[in-house]
């Protein structure tokens, strides 16, 4: 998982693993990086803000912090919050894993994932993204549609028995 900032605040953690900051706050106390109170034990796991105003003084160091969570265990929501999670690039080949929420992970070579609800629909979404790979449709940088800069002309009128459709 890459995220969009190198760092996040216990909130945004939790949104990662759809539990509440209270939650994180005490799994990070368990794993001896949070003191009882809420003070950062272990350094390299948080990167200390200059304190402006009242509030918090320190943000979690984003892929680390995620990462020592889920080897202890705690899984992240599936699809994760795309305001927090950069979108891997589509690179194939693709497999398919099994989540326990019911979910497949449609997953490239580099980590690209897709989710997909039912074993079916996973296995066609697959099959779709394993033949763009071959084709080398996903490789390809695809042209942006340019906004159109003329306005559209109008048509011709023309004459009927009795009026002008234009």
């Given at each position: ?32 990086l949070r ?44 699809p994760p ?11 194939g080949p ?73």
């Amino acid at each position: 998982m890459k995220f969009k900032s190198e760092h996040l605040t216990l909130a945004e953690l939790g949104r990662v693993f759809g539990v509440s900051e209270k939650n994180v706050g005490k799994w990070l106390t368990e794993l001896r990086l949070r003191s009882p109170r809420g003070y950062p034990m272990d350094a390299s796991y948080v990167k200390f803000l200059k304190p402006q105003t009242w509030g918090q003084a320190h943000v979690w160091i984003a892929e680390r912090t995620v990462e020592v969570l889920m080897m202890n265990g705690w899984n992240p929501v599936m699809p994760p919050p795309p305001d927090l999670v950069e979108p891997a690039p589509l690179d194939g080949p693709f497999i398919i894993k099994a989540c326990p929420n019911g979910l497949h992970e449609v997953v490239g070579q580099k980590g690209a994932v897709a989710w997909v609800s039912g074993d079916r629909n996973a296995h066609q979404v697959c099959r779709l993204l394993n033949a763009g790979h071959r084709l080398g449709v996903l490789d390809r940088p695809q042209p942006e549609q340019l906004p159109e800069t003329q306005p559209a002309k109008r048509s011709a009128p023309f004459e009927t028995a009795e009026f002008i459709i234009v």
